[in-house]
């Protein structure tokens, strides 16, 4: 089995696996510090007004979710928008998790690069930095970043549809990502 064949495969089965885990372990995940019920419930509403913050129509009327909290960065980022499904997903509305997946699989390249953002005209920019003198081609990391993004969706709203649509797009993605004869993931430092 090829070797990239073999990292989709673990990323699958680490990540997309429903692993059973004890209700005391899944509370001390949530609250990992002992805080008060009081202080979780702040942070809890916090939370909830920051996500309505990043909140932005994109093309198609579909809400993206900015990094900046205010709105003003337009554009949907594919690594800022796995840690807010990741770890306040269940405080968003699953429907507009999705259309946001979708909007930033839109955006992959025909060779599989996935977007390091879509901006809200639905146009996907690769490259890290500003749209008009990019950092590189691409970023190195936007493929397992949207693996990662739709495994905790999937996890978190047990969408298996939803995984089955765009596992081949997932897997394209990993795929892009340069690799050594031995499977581990190479940047050239002549072109970082």
Known sequence: MKAKNCFFIL??????????ISQE??????????LSNNDVEWMREATIQQLKGC????????????PDGVGNYKALWTRDFYYMVEYAGDLMDPKEIKASIYYLLNGQREDGCIPDRVNIEGKAVYSPGPDRSPLADHALDNGPFIALLVCSYVNQFKDEALFHDVERRLRKGLDF????????????????
Do not use: F
């Open 11 to 20: 990323i699958t089965l680490i990540l997309c696996c429903d692993l059973a």
């Open 25 to 34: 372990t899944k509370s001390k995940q949530r609250n990992p510090y002992g």
């Open 55 to 66: 909140r932005v129509k994109g093309a198609a009327d579909t809400w993206l979710h900015t």
């Open 177 to 192: 990502i340069s690799r050594k004869g031995s499977g581990l993931v190479y940047n050239d430092p002549k072109n970082p």
